[in-house]
């Protein structure tokens, strides 16, 4: 997508074009639903223009099926791939179950769910929404450690996946919404899928890292980190200079980019009964990536929550108590070790929210 923005003007016609065709109707065609004659000529064209090329680039040409499974996609990053023509499934498994727990069947295929359970697989949900499932496939044990066994596997032979997720109650199809030890609750008492909507802002290619807070409160908030790549290229195109990353990641005009891509995601999120209350009110841009070395993300880019949160508790405060901004002075790790600080005033933006219904209050257990 980055690379696009910077084709030639008839190339970028093309692409933006046949690429709004593809997401209206490319899943349809795919699962051999409605389209009409037209849309599907159009579509042929697309293919041979645009989607063909692209497949041939990302080495999917003779794919006839795939699969994504592990960490979860964004929904438009799945969809991208189905209007494509990708017969991309959701598959939902642990080595515990010998892979497989859940699949989606041809025709049933739906961005935010993991299909059904596999012939022979019983799945439940605990109170808490975590998933428990069993079935012919389920481990023994675990090599030597009984102990791991014995948390993971009761003597009914229900495993405990670590994952929180609910049926969805009009495809019949498991969902599941993030680890269960990183769900929380709202102050309401409604579930609150931090993992989720950071998918969604990640979707952005502007937006290279977020963090989404709410557990206990009245509102979501959420930290970005900007992909200085991605950013850059666009602040290049338009002859906006900048000196450093703390620079361009403030500059008015990527606030207001940033304030754009949190609305999207909170207009996607307000059409999901289970979690629209989750919208981000109020957002920071930071002012450095959050980066390994100084403990606020893993090698492989998993957030440490607790870390941030204390770490950045002043911005954190700033987000709930109504400031317009605030100063910070964060401790950073240079490539050599040495350590260092870099201050900054950060604007304290405000998100476009799409207002929902007054809940009645959920009685915390």
């Known amino acids: 997508m980055i690379r696009m923005e910077d084709a030639g003007r008839l190339k970028k016609w093309l692409f933006d074009v046949f690429m709004a065709h593809a997401r209206k109707v490319g899943p349809a065609i795919l699962d051999g639903r409605g389209a009409?004659?037209?849309?599907?000529?159009?579509y042929a064209l697309g293919h041979l223009l645009v989607y063909g090329p692209l497949k041939d680039t990302l080495g999917f040409s003779r794919v006839r099926v795939g699969y994504t499974a592990g960490e979860a996609i964004g929904p438009e990053i799945f969809e991208f791939y189905r209007s494509l023509g990708i017969n991309l499934k959701q598959l939902y498994g642990q080595t515990e179950a010998s892979v497989f727990i859940t699949l989606q069947p041809d025709g049933e295929v739906h961005s935010d769910t993991v299909g059904v359970a596999v012939p022979g697989v019983d799945i439940r949900i605990s109170e808490n929404g975590e998933v428990f499932y069993r079935g012919p496939g389920v481990f023994e044990e675990y090599y030597k450690n009984?102990?791991?066994?014995?948390?993971?596997?009761?003597?009914?032979?229900?495993?405990?996946?670590?994952?929180?997720?609910?049926?969805?109650?009009?495809?019949?199809?498991?969902?599941?919404?993030?680890?269960?030890?990183?769900?929380?609750?709202?102050?309401?008492?409604?579930?609150?899928?931090?993992?989720?909507?950071?998918?969604?802002?990640?979707?952005?290619?502007?937006?290279?890292?977020?963090?989404?807070?709410?557990?206990?409160?009245?509102?979501?908030?959420?930290?970005?980190n900007i992909d200085l790549n991605a950013v850059g290229n666009w602040a290049e195109r338009n002859n906006i200079g900048y000196a450093s990353?703390?620079?361009?990641?403030?500059?008015?005009?990527?606030?207001?980019?940033?304030?754009?891509?949190?609305?999207?995601?909170?207009?996607?999120?307000a059409s999901d009964p289970m979690l629209a209350h989750c919208q981000v009110h109020r957002f920071?841009?930071?002012?450095?990536?959050?980066?390994?070395?100084?403990?606020?993300?893993?090698?492989?880019?998993?957030?440490?929550?607790?870390?941030?949160?204390?770490?950045?508790?002043?911005?954190?405060?700033?987000?709930?108590?109504?400031?317009?901004?605030?100063?910070?002075?964060?401790?950073?790790?240079?490539?050599?070790?040495?350590k260092g600080h870099i201050s900054a005033t950060l604007k304290v933006c405000e998100a476009e929210v799409v207002p929902l219904e007054a809940p009645e209050r959920v009685a915390a257990e």
């Open 245 to 269: 990353y703390q620079e361009l990641a403030g500059h008015a005009k990527v606030l207001e980019t940033m304030r754009g891509h949190v609305a999207e995601v909170n207009r996607s999120l």
């Open 146 to 224: 009984p102990d791991s066994t014995a948390s993971t596997k009761d003597a009914d032979g229900w495993v405990a996946t670590g994952d929180a997720g609910f049926f969805d109650e009009e495809t019949g199809h498991l969902r599941i919404i993030d680890r269960a030890k990183d769900v929380g609750k709202m102050a309401d008492g409604r579930m609150f899928a931090p993992k989720y909507v950071e998918n969604k802002l990640k979707f952005f290619p502007n937006i290279l890292e977020a963090v989404v807070f709410g557990n206990g409160r009245e509102e979501c908030t959420a930290f970005i």
């Open 36 to 42: 009409g004659a037209w849309d599907r000529l159009k």
């Open 284 to 338: 920071v841009v930071l002012h450095k990536e959050l980066d390994p070395d100084d403990g606020e993300i893993t090698r492989t880019r998993k957030v440490r929550r607790g870390v941030i949160e204390e770490k950045y508790a002043d911005l954190l405060a700033a987000l709930y108590d109504g400031s317009a901004e605030v100063s910070t002075r964060t401790e950073v790790t240079y490539e050599d070790g040495r």
